[in-house]
């Protein structure tokens, strides 16, 4: 004897694609080009839904559409259900077509803290291929080519959906040898202020070290080189030209290979972070730029 239930009460599948795209775009027009269909196809197929279910999903308003009451209540199983069948599909039957997500990324943090890590995100998603750019400032709007961005800041961004990521303290390095020097003529306590690389963007930095060691008689910054990226700094202070203030999770391979040290025993406190950000776009992400994203958390979570 057959047990299955039937699916009784189940709409068209096309009906609930349709509301769907235009819940999440509010607007029937939007619907219809992400669906490659016609505006009058989208209110036909939500008409249909509206009267198989008895109630009105939608309010029809003079510039676009609004969800009613019922139509909030409905999306979240709805979408829930469209992800879970796909997310079957792909488990059951895999995926055949490559995907490429376009990730921008800081200089220093895509090559000291990111790039180390890519060969994992690669395992775990043989159809995915990141295409990693660097960069050293911000685009002020979203641009159409770019998936996801990791920035630096306070977490608000107009046009992006931002998720935090890290917040990291800042650790003033050199290397041993200016270290050592300085111990020797006694000048240790004033190593930072006297030999700093600055680093563009970053000023507060200094602000905060400065006023952290007891510094608040020097002027705004020292006197020094500045350059535009911390891994040039990081290169320059390696190489003896200084101290540098660094985000810590970028001195591993520095500290292990004895390239640079503390060069005070102190960390500080950063109001910023890095976030992991998404153009707020009609559509939803694919499922490869999620995936990189959840990817992107779950690293920076991992001790």
Not at 229 to 235: D, F, S
Not at 255 to 264: D, E, I, K, N, Q
Request: contains cysteine.
């Amino acid at each position: 004897m057959n047990t299955v239930r039937p699916l009784v009460g189940l709409p068209n599948l096309a009906w609930l694609r349709s509301f769907e795209a235009a819940a999440r775009t509010s607007s029937f027009a939007a619907a219809a080009t992400e669906l490659r269909l016609t505006s009058g196809a989208i209110s036909y197929q939500i008409r249909s839904l509206e009267a198989h279910l008895g109630v009105a999903l939608f309010e029809r308003l003079a510039r676009g559409v609004k969800l009613t009451a019922m139509g909030v209540a409905y999306l979240p199983p709805v979408r829930k259900a469209f992800e879970e069948l796909a997310d079957s599909t792909v488990g059951l039957f895999g995926g055949s077509e490559r995907e490429q997500v376009t990730l921008h990324a800081p200089v220093s943090l895509g090559a000291l803290w990111l790039a180390p890590r890519l060969p994992a995100f690669s395992a775990a998603h043989p159809t995915i291929d990141i295409r990693l750019a660097s960069v050293i400032w911000d685009n002020a709007a979203p641009d159409d080519a770019t998936d996801l961005e990791i920035r630096y800041g306070m977490g608000h961004w107009h046009g992006y959906r931002a998720e935090h990521l890290l917040n990291q303290p800042i650790v003033a390095v050199c290397s041993p040898q200016v270290l050592q020097a300085a111990r020797q003529r006694g000048e240790e306590a004033s190593l930072v202020a006297q030999h700093l690389i600055h680093i563009m963007g970053y000023e507060n930095h200094w602000l905060k070290v400065r006023k952290g060691l007891g510094l608040d008689n020097l002027g705004v910054q020292p006197d020094g080189p500045t350059v535009d990226t911390t891994l040039a700094a990081l290169e320059l202070a390696a190489s003896g030209a200084g101290c540098v203030l660094s985000h810590r999770l970028f001195l591993g391979a520095y500290f292990t290979t004895g390239r640079l040290v503390p060069a005070t025993p102190r960390e500080f406190a950063d109001e910023n972070s890095y976030f992991v950000v998404t153009p707020e776009r009609p559509q939803r992400p694919s499922r490869a730029v999620q995936a990189c994203r959840e990817w992107l958390i779950s690293m920076a979570a991992s001790p």
